[in-house]
């Protein structure tokens, strides 16, 4: 089982900043990935930002410039600094893990959702 805690969500206005966290626990051997989604009402679920565990990033074509994906591996945790936010940035975001199970096998997790809103 892997579980997800995610943290950091909340209001701000146009241009302001927000840092969201994501920690993974459980029984797994390591993380191989982890990332955030986006749900605004009405629309579907869309990428964010990933990172792997050698640190290679990638982020939907919105966020970059804007938003930061880091990792701390011996914590299993993922940060998502997110600057310059827009009223389009509001959404419920989602954290996902994959992770390698001490069978050798691939296991995937999402997290509960943290809003994030931005209005004046």
């Known amino acids: 089982q892997v579980q997800l805690v995610e943290s950091g969500g909340g209001q701000v206005q146009p241009g302001g900043s927000l840092r969201l966290s994501c920690a993974a626990s459980?029984?797994?051997?390591?993380?191989?990935?982890m990332g955030w989604y986006r749900q605004a009402p009405g629309k579907q679920r869309e990428l964010v930002a990933t990172?792997?565990?050698?640190?290679?990033?990638n982020y939907v074509d919105s966020a970059k410039g804007r938003f930061t994906i880091s990792s701390d591996n011996a914590e299993n945790t993922i940060y998502l600094q997110m600057n310059s936010l827009k009223p389009e940035d509001t959404a419920v975001y989602y954290c996902?893990?994959?992770?390698?199970?001490?069978?050798?096998?691939?296991?995937?997790?999402w997290g509960q959702g943290t809003q994030v809103s931005v209005f004046s």
């Open positions: 459980g029984k797994f051997m390591r993380v191989s990935s």
């Open positions: 996902f893990a994959q992770a390698i199970t001490f069978l050798g096998g691939s296991r995937d997790a």
């Open positions: 990172i792997a565990r050698d640190g290679t990033t």
